[in-house]
């Protein structure tokens, strides 16, 4: 969700993010990677992340745990 202060200012940016997705699907060890805007991005990001939940990866057929990146980016006014 969009930190709501910061999309009254105007501000806009992007967050980076490595997580593992476990071998439930589930997300876990959030890092921040890189960022351009305040903060309350990350938290926004973060707190997004974390409720995501995906098939996980498959090795022999067996689920396993595998690392991933994701950029988040903050955009206002539907710009392209």
């Keep these: 969700m ?8 105007g501000r806009e940016g992007y967050v980076t993010l490595r997580f593992v997705v476990g071998e439930d699907g589930a ?6 990677q890189e960022q351009k805007g305040p903060s ?5 990001a973060r707190d997004a992340v974390s409720g995501w939940r ?8 067996r689920a396993v745990a595998c690392s991933c990146v994701q950029r988040l980016t903050f955009r206002l006014g539907g710009k392209r």
């Design 40 to 44: 309350s991005f990350v938290e926004s």
């Design 54 to 61: 995906f098939s996980p990866a498959l090795k022999g057929g």
């Design 27 to 32: 997300v876990s060890s959030i890092e921040l």
């Design 2 to 9: 969009y930190p709501r202060l910061d999309a009254l200012a």
